[in-house]
């Protein structure tokens, strides 16, 4: 079972924040394609993370590969990601899911607290 962090708590209540207010706002398919997107990148961040560190133990430097490599496959994935919700979704749409998917990722910064590196 995965363990959820202080963090990410922090960033899912962050978008759900964001999606309750622009609901208010009448705008609920736009924010919650963002938490989704948000949260995927969490995830997607967790389990490299991890795996990195499994892979550090025994190889520093293919630790280090796998943390450049998935932050690539993140950054493609999150533009497609990106390109195919907001092609699909109205144009009022566009803004509330970029700010939530941003104040999600604003977020991580809650889990960088104390850490000397980032993969402390």
Same mark, same amino acid.
Not at 37 to 52: D, P
Not at 90 to 115: R, Y
């Given at each position: 079972?995965? =363990? #959820?962090?202080? /963090?990410?708590?922090?960033?899912? %209540?962050? +978008?759900?924040? /964001?999606? *309750? ?6 705008h609920? /398919? ?9 949260l %995927? $990148?969490?995830?997607? %961040?967790?389990? &490299?993370? *991890?795996?990195? $560190?499994?892979? /550090?133990?025994?190889?520093? =430097? @293919? ?6 490599? !998935?932050?690539v496959?993140?950054?493609? %994935?999150? @533009? #497609? ?10 144009? !009022?749409? *566009?803004?509330? #899911?970029?700010?939530?998917? #941003?104040?999600?990722?604003? +977020?991580?910064?809650? $889990?960088? =607290? +104390?850490?000397?590196?980032? &993969?402390?």
């Amino acid at each position: 079972m995965i =363990k #959820v962090d202080t /963090a990410y708590k922090i960033q899912g %209540l962050i +978008g759900l924040i /964001a999606v *309750a207010f622009y609901a208010t706002q009448g705008h609920l /398919a736009g924010p919650s394609y963002g938490f989704f997107i948000g949260l %995927l $990148n969490i995830f997607m %961040l967790q389990f &490299t993370f *991890a795996r990195a $560190n499994r892979r /550090a133990a025994e190889d520093p =430097k @293919a630790g280090i590969l796998i943390l450049y490599m !998935s932050a690539v496959i993140r950054f493609i %994935l999150l @533009a #497609v990601f990106f390109v195919l919700g907001l092609s699909y979704l109205d144009q !009022s749409e *566009a803004f509330p #899911v970029i700010i939530t998917f #941003v104040l999600m990722q604003i +977020g991580q910064l809650f $889990n960088l =607290k +104390g850490k000397r590196r980032l &993969t402390d």
